[in-house]
């Protein structure tokens, strides 16, 4: 009924934080590596607002699919109080389907962020660690 509420309300914080992070970092952190046939290449990481930035856009999709769905099915409708469990009184059935619902996508969007973001970084840690061992035996 209302479970894609609570994503998009974390989308709407994190796109505040984002911004937040993205005004208060550094330009670029450009790292050079050496490539396999000796030519030198500058690659910048990825900052960190650009990753919150993926969480961003997982959130803000699965929650506009999830509203479809709920228009589509006539949970939400265009006028108020937009929530039918509003207007016929199942209240407190749709805050529960928030809690448990809501939450448990929310919490499992952002569980898979995390993982993107921890491959990510060892990804570029190894880049950088192998260009170090490559430039030491050069």
């Known amino acids: ?35 396999s046939d000796g030519s030198v290449s500058e690659v910048s990481r990825l900052k960190f607002s650009d990753k919150l930035g993926w969480l961003n856009k997982m959130l803000a999709g699965g929650s506009v699919l999830l509203a479809f769905e709920h228009v589509w099915h006539g949970e939400v409708v265009p006028f108020f109080p937009f929530l039918t469990a509003v207007e016929t009184g199942e209240t407190s059935e749709m805050l529960a389907e928030m809690g448990s619902a809501g939450v448990s996508m929310a919490v499992l969007v952002t569980a898979v962020w995390a993982g993107m973001v921890i491959v990510s970084n060892a990804i570029e840690k190894r880049a950088v660690t192998e260009n170090k061992a490559e430039g030491a035996k050069a």
């Open 1 to 35: 009924m209302g479970c894609f509420l609570v994503p998009a309300a974390e989308a709407i914080i994190t796109t505040t934080a984002t911004k937040i992070i993205k005004s208060k970092e550094k330009k670029d952190e450009n790292v050079n590596i050496t490539l």
